[in-house]
């Protein structure tokens, strides 16, 4: 089933888990090892991340150096397969612009709809490591709305190859990103809605936000969205904090602010255990908050913190 029917379907707030795909050279035991544990919650559908390679300079034994593409994580077309066979869930499989032409998402996507893995998030994705900016495949998109089109011409049997206009009609269910503290590279929160609602008007279904740790954030972005017309559903995403460390590393990483309160309980935490009391504690505050205001899906970003995520979805759903 579609996401937004899903959404559409509901008569309280869903519950959306988000997983990564293991290590390279990791089983994928890891991925039924959390799912395991969270499955009696019902989620409704599952997503998983992508993962562009980058490159590594490797020694060779004349001291010289190989560049050397890797990718640390693979497998998110075969893992939402897996889920669904196993557990009988939707899987959202995300894709991304960055590290691929146009053709090699057009094959994934025509993978994803012969495994019937009907829901995708969209997405730019970051730089690549070794680079500032993010810089497009030739040959491939710039912006998330470009990799909406193609999904949208491919739902429409257009494929890229002219000969194959009219071709099998794909049936994806699309989300897209949005940010209620913008997208870092955003000028302004304004222009960033200007760039989401082209996303929308591309086609997209519904929106999942960046994480966000003061729901006024989420509230005033779905009013603004709202105010410039942007209609389709607004799924929050958020995340626990579960060690002191992530006080610095999430705002540098996701661009996102930590409120003072919680940056000040988590200082005054003594023991690792007592950090994650209290960022499991602020989620779920966090979390009965947004099914009081009628949030349509609360999506985790689950990052592998089973027992954390146990404790907030035992509380909360
Ligand atoms: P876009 O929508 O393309 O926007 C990128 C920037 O360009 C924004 O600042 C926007 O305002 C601007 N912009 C857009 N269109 C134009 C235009 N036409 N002209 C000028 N400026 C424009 N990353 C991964 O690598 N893998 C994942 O699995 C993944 N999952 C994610 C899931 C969620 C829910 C979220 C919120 C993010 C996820 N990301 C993932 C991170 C995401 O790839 C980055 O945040 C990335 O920097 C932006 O992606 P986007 O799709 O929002 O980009």
Request: hydrophobic share 35%; with cysteine; aromatic share 10%.
């Amino acid at each position: 089933m579609k996401v937004t029917e899903h959404l559409a379907k509901a008569e309280k707030t869903l519950l959306s888990l988000e997983i990564l795909p293991p290590l390279k050279g990791k089983s994928i035991s890891g991925i039924y090892d959390v799912l395991d544990h969270l499955i009696e919650f019902n989620p409704s559908f599952i997503n998983v991340t992508y993962h562009r390679s980058e490159y590594i300079y490797k020694k060779r034994g004349d001291d010289r150096f190989d560049k050397v593409f890797i990718r640390k994580r693979p497998g998110t077309v075969g893992i939402c397969a897996a889920i669904q066979f196993k557990y009988k869930i939707d899987a959202v499989a995300h894709i991304i612009c960055g590290g691929f032409t146009k053709e090699e998402t057009e094959d994934a996507l025509i993978d994803l709809s012969y495994l019937s893995i009907d829901n995708v998030l969209l997405l730019r994705g970051d730089a690549s490591k070794n680079e500032r900016d993010f810089i497009a495949e030739p040959g491939g998109h710039k912006y998330a709305s470009e990799l909406v089109k193609q999904v949208v011409n491919m739902n429409n049997g257009i494929y890229l190859e002219e000969d194959s206009i009219q071709g099998y009609k794909t049936d994806f269910n699309i989300g897209v990103a949005g940010y209620p503290e913008k997208h870092f590279e955003s000028p302004n929160l304004k222009s960033d809605l200007r760039f989401l609602k082209q996303k929308v008007e591309a086609g997209a279904d519904y929106i999942v936000t960046q994480m966000f740790y003061d729901n006024q954030q989420y509230f005033d972005f779905v009013k603004k969205c709202r105010e410039e017309g942007i209609n389709i559903p607004i799924i929050p995403g958020i995340k626990p904090i579960t060690a002191a460390s992530q006080i610095h590393s999430i705002p540098r990483t996701f661009h996102v602010d930590i409120p003072e309160a919680l940056s000040d309980e988590i200082d005054n935490c003594k023991t690792p255990e007592a950090v994650k009391a209290a960022g499991v504690k602020w989620c779920i505050q966090q979390s009965q908050e947004l099914v009081e205001a009628g949030a349509p899906c609360i999506h985790y970003y689950t990052m592998g913190n089973v027992d954390a995520m146990r404790t907030i979805v035992d509380e909360v759903f």
